[in-house]
């Protein structure tokens, strides 16, 4: 007799996830989160029984399937260009606390937290790994708060201007070097790396959302060698050719942005627009540098290719209609990835979902939950189903049935 499947736990509201600070490959620290499940946490199979008879290399290290499912999954999200890790809360929330997996959330270097010389990032990494403290504070501050808009005075105040015994803030953007290249081949190898040294045995999923579902393919596959199957979220092609508004791009990134970024020091998206979040002018240069390529990232990063090829990772890719970006090109992302098992499926929100607008980030948004969570979310990373664009509209149908009830 099959086994009953356990219901769905009951997310708890008020949970709160543990700060965590990663390293990545080149030593720089990264602010990060840690959602745990509620229950028991699996992170050992049972050791196999072994007969005296038998002599085969596997007889003492081969594990079952049933024992292989038995482990708690664990999640890594990786967030949009400047998106906080904090924008995908109430997706972690769901994953741990309803699904029962360990996630993990992170911020790009020169993202949010993941500021350049952050002390409370090398406070808090000294205090977990009992290295010597540098602070006579006995207990780890808090992680600073998630980045803020800065004023034109704290941007380019200089001693000066702030008079004698003042002292000036300056965006600490200004002159980091960093790019995109770094947050693919520094920062998410890094992010794997402490999912293996806490989780070794443990299957890995990995939720890749805009750009961090560009930059997964082209790491190393030691990184992922416990990577079990990928979720795709608007992983589109940025080339200005694909784009909705395909000039308005062209002006974006080949005539507005290099006067800013030279203006600013940094790309002020949050400080000037209250649009995404500021992030170091680098990485603005790889975005629209990649874009003047119809391969896109492969375009700008041809080096990268062997590794594409080799990606066998079966990836699930959702993308929408309604995509203010580019709605229409994550097929030509997925064929980047031609030893790839996967399947790319296009979401009418408006025809499929009942819902006025999903659009590039609204995936992520509560709104989600019963209609595209509960359903594609749950049926892929639960039972390893990719559903298509029917199934996703009939469930999604019936879930707003039972929202009625």
């Not at 699904?99 to 977990?128: C, H, W």
């Not at 947050?183 to 890995?204: C, I, K, M």
């Not at 659009?359 to 509560?366: A, S």
């Amino acid at each position: 007799m099959a086994k009953p499947k356990a219901a769905p736990q009951k997310a708890n509201q008020n949970y709160k996830p543990q700060p965590i600070v990663l390293t990545a490959l080149d030593g720089f620290l990264l602010s990060g989160a840690l959602y745990l499940p509620p229950g028991p946490i699996v992170t050992a199979a049972p050791s196999p029984a072994v007969s005296r008879d038998d002599n085969s290399d596997l007889s003492g290290g081969a594990t079952l399937k049933e024992h292989v499912d038995a482990l708690t999954k664990v999640v890594i999200i990786g967030a949009a260009t400047a998106t906080i890790q904090d924008f995908y809360y109430k997706f972690a929330i769901y994953l741990s606390q309803e699904l029962g997996m360990i996630v993990v959330t992170y911020d790009n270097r020169g993202i949010g937290r993941s500021m350049p010389g952050s002390e409370q990032l090398a406070f808090l990494k000294a205090a977990t790994t009992h290295e010597p403290l540098t602070s006579g504070d006995a207990s780890a501050p808090p992680l600073p708060a998630k980045s803020s808009s800065w004023s034109k005075t704290q941007e380019h105040g200089s001693a000066d201007k702030a008079g004698p015994g003042k002292s000036s803030k300056k965006n600490p953007l200004v002159g980091f070097q960093a790019t995109i290249v770094d947050w693919a081949l520094q920062d998410l190898p890094g992010v794997f790396n402490y999912v293996l040294e806490r989780f070794p045995h443990n299957p890995t999923l990995y939720v890749g959302h805009s750009v961090g579902g560009h930059i997964l393919p082209a790491i190393d596959a030691y990184y992922t060698r416990n990577l079990e199957r990928v979720l795709f979220v608007s992983v589109t092609s940025a080339h200005w050719r694909h784009m909705n508004s395909p000039l308005f791009t062209y002006w974006f990134f080949y005539l507005a942005s290099p006067i800013v970024n030279a203006r600013y020091g940094f790309y002020p998206g949050k400080t000037l627009w209250g649009s995404m979040e500021d992030m170091p002018k680098g990485c603005l240069e790889t975005w629209a540098h990649w874009g003047s390529f119809r391969d896109y990232m492969l375009g700008g990063n041809p080096e990268w290719k062997p590794n594409f090829d080799l990606f066998k990772v079966p990836v699930y890719s959702l993308y929408f209609s309604d995509d203010d970006f580019s709605s229409t090109s994550a097929p030509r992302i997925m064929k980047l990835l031609p030893n790839t098992l996967g399947r790319c499926v296009g979401i009418h929100p408006v025809e499929d979902l009942n819902m006025k607008k999903v659009g590039h980030m609204g995936f992520f948004f509560n709104s989600c939950k019963q209609k595209l969570w509960q359903t594609a979310v749950r049926s892929w990373f639960v039972d390893g189903r990719a559903l298509d664009r029917d199934e996703i509209k009939s469930q999604a149908a019936l879930a707003g049935s039972y929202a009625r009830l």
